[in-house]
């Protein structure tokens, strides 16, 4: 851990020689989530609702699902590059290291304009919270910790296996973004309006569902109690995440000179 | 004119070559799409009055879309450009004797071009194939498919255009991420790429369809279901002309400027 924050301080000072340009890029990714509910917002002004959800459910569907996005990027996006790590070689050098390796890919690139994001996934998410109308009760609150974790967990997990793809085709699968980009981009809509079958697709094969439109139903008092449980049963997606990581790490041969 | 020619069927031919990277995107892009409709499909279900567009219309926008997303989307930058003025190896593109603004346009003009011509068919196929709303219908009229294909030129001309004014300005940035990103995100909220103008609030709308983004992507797509006709398409294809012209010369005015004052980098 004290290894990960001597990385953070170092990629901090590193992007500070470009001062500008970090700004800019910061406000470039708050505008791109921004961007995301001005849709919303837009759409609500011409409907006033959409398959039994009303604009405040939305938006507080949208800034949790957000928030847990981002948290799962700020920790795990290093992940995101690890094709060209493989691709150059320099996972050589981290394998040679006496570190953890995971440790290593995750502090290996910090994406520090992403505050951006961070920060409007916070706004989102106090708004959606604000405006949703749910009359809090400690067990809602504590609902609403466990979907962040376990919605952190489940993103996190999809980094994972988009590196552990890259030990076999040494490439960044541009597919896989469905899951992570797009699973953000969509999530933004409570799953149940996409139909039946991506909701039945979402909760038993990838656990989008467990962590944002069961819970969600939990905390709108439309779903049973246990509901709000079932993002701890997502973060079980971590195992199968980490033992295909593995399997990469053991067929890796090394690339790049 | 035929150097620049040459450096456009040198860069087609090159974007041609990644054909399992195409194949991925294909799949990405037609789960998105997919994606894109079902969440019309809610909205549609739950109040069919306030749909702006038919739900054909609809339909027909988003599969074009992601049939020809390497045309229109702004992030598509070329980053080779962007690194070679933030490492200096722009030096060796300065030697030549020719005018880096009409190199560069050519070059990303290629580059969208032999993206899209490698990504749409099979994804224009399979969405006309779809059941009836849900798919791509055949254009409005033959003048719809002419007219679509006219201003689709048009609408990549202005794409093309305004990244050129991002790569002019990165000379005085030194670091472009930071512009990349904000220019991108503007574009895309702007163009039409998040929600269609048409799902937009009325005042708003207006204005939006007066900028230079909505040039873009939203005139072609439109005209292709017929969304778009009569005068009111008339006046989108002179506006786009009217930006085309105004960005390739703001452009070429930085061009200009940036050369006077360029300091190469990197050693």
């Not at chain 1, 996006?77 to 691709?87: L, P």
């Not at chain 1, 996934?121 to 962040?148: E, P």
């Not at chain 2, 201003?151 to 050129?164: H, I």
């Not at chain 2, 000379?171 to 472009?176: E, G, L, V």
Request: aromatic residues 16%; hydrophobic residues 55%.
């Amino acid at each position: 851990m004290r290894l990960y924050g001597k990385f953070f301080v170092m990629h901090l000072k590193s992007i500070m020689g470009y001062k500008t340009s970090f700004l800019l890029s910061c406000l470039g990714n708050f505008l791109v989530s921004f961007n995301v509910f001005l849709g919303i917002h837009f759409m609500f002004r011409r409907f006033s609702r959409v398959e039994g959800f009303t604009y405040s459910e939305v938006l507080l569907c949208w800034g949790i699902t957000l928030l847990e996005f981002t948290l799962a990027e700020a920790f795990a996006r290093g992940f995101d590059t690890f094709g060209s790590v493989v691709r150059q070689g320099e996972f050589d050098r981290i394998l040679v290291r006496p570190r953890n390796v995971i440790l290593q890919v995750l502090s290996g690139h910090i994406e520090f304009s992403r505050i951006g994001r961070v920060l409007q996934a916070i706004v989102m998410f106090v708004f959606g919270i604000r405006m949703s109308g749910v009359r809090w009760t400690t067990a809602k609150a504590a609902a609403v910790a466990v979907m962040l974790l376990g919605g952190a967990v489940v993103f996190a997990g999809m980094f994972v296996i988009y590196a552990a793809i890259c030990f076999f085709t040494l490439e960044g699968l541009e597919f896989m973004n469905i899951f992570t980009d797009g699973a953000r981009e969509y999530g933004k809509y409570p799953v149940s309006i996409y139909g039946k079958r991506v909701l039945q697709l979402c909760t038993f094969v990838v656990p989008y569902a467990l962590i944002q439109y069961y819970p969600l139903l939990y905390l709108l008092d439309r779903g049973k109690p246990w509901y709000a449980l079932l993002p701890l049963a997502a973060c079980l997606f971590m195992v199968p995440c980490l033992l295909l990581w593995r399997l990469g790490m053991r067929h890796y041969v090394s690339a790049g000179s | 004119m035929k150097k620049y020619i040459a450096f456009f069927r040198l860069r087609f031919s090159m974007g041609l070559q990644y054909r399992a990277a195409a194949l991925a995107g294909m799949a990405t892009q037609f789960f998105w799409g997919t994606m894109e409709i079902l969440m019309f499909r809610a909205f549609y279900r739950t109040d069919p009055a306030s749909f702006p567009m038919t739900l054909q219309a609809t339909c027909a926008y988003v599969w074009l879309q992601q049939a020809f997303l390497a045309l229109f989307m702004a992030w598509l930058m070329d980053h080779d450009i962007l690194d070679s003025i933030v490492v200096g190896n722009i030096a060796y593109e300065l030697c030549r004797p020719i005018n880096i603004y009409n190199m560069w346009f050519s070059r990303n003009l290629a580059n969208r071009f032999s993206r899209a011509v490698l990504r749409c068919m099979p994804i224009l196929i399979l969405a006309v194939l779809l059941p009836a709303p849900w798919g791509l219908m055949l254009p409005a009229s033959p003048l719809a498919l002419v007219l679509f294909t006219l201003t689709m030129l048009l609408g990549v001309g202005v794409t093309v255009a305004f990244c050129m004014l991002i790569y002019m300005l990165s000379f005085f940035t030194i670091s472009p991420t930071g512009l990349c990103t904000l220019a991108v995100s503007t574009v895309e909220f702007f163009s039409g790429a998040i929600i269609p103008l048409p799902f937009l609030p009325d005042g708003i709308r207006e204005i939006f369809e007066l900028l230079p983004f909505a040039s873009m992507q939203n005139v072609p797509l439109r005209i292709y279901s017929g969304d778009l006709a009569g005068s009111a398409m008339y006046r989108a294809i002179v506006l786009q002309i009217f930006w085309l012209l105004l960005l390739i010369a703001m452009g070429k005015a930085l061009d200009a400027l940036a050369m006077k004052k360029i300091t190469v980098q990197g050693g």
